[in-house]
């Protein structure tokens, strides 16, 4: 069992910055795949970003390509995801999610291609 715990959220001014990590624990992790997303009041899970962990390929929501920035720490069993530029619309609940098995990128983006998910940790935007 997989156990994914983040860590990082906060409330920060438009504009400002954060760092938001995930550390992975359990049985011996080595996932495929690993990724953000975010759910925000009354919307649905929506993807943030992603990145493979062998490789380091990355993958970007739209609504944050340039702002935000995936990465991960292979030794630490963590993966990354800094904030920059933020604004209020990026408000919500922000979950890690892991794949240990085979994923084609095409797939990367949906919630239900991942069977491993944190708690997730509030992000808040104040305008």
């Known amino acids: 069992q997989v156990q994914l715990v983040e860590s990082g959220g906060g409330l920060v001014q438009t504009g400002g910055s954060l760092r938001l990590s995930c550390t992975a624990s359990?049985?011996?992790?080595?996932?495929?795949?690993m990724g953000w997303f975010r759910q925000a009041p009354g919307k649905e899970r929506e993807f943030v970003a992603a990145?493979?962990?062998?490789?380091?390929?990355?993958y970007y929501a739209e609504a944050v390509k340039g702002r935000f920035s995936i990465s991960r720490d292979r030794d630490k069993n963590t993966m990354y995801l800094q904030l920059s530029s933020l604004k209020p619309e990026d408000t919500a609940v922000y979950h890690c999610?892991?794949?240990?098995?085979?994923?084609?990128?095409?797939?990367?983006?949906?919630?239900?291609?991942?069977?491993?998910w944190g708690q997730g940790t509030q992000v808040t935007v104040s305008s």
């Open positions: 999610a892991a794949r240990t098995s085979v994923l084609a990128a095409i797939r990367v983006m949906g919630a239900a291609s991942y069977p491993d």
């Open positions: 359990g049985r011996t992790f080595s996932p495929h795949v």
């Open positions: 990145i493979s962990w062998s490789g380091g390929v990355t």
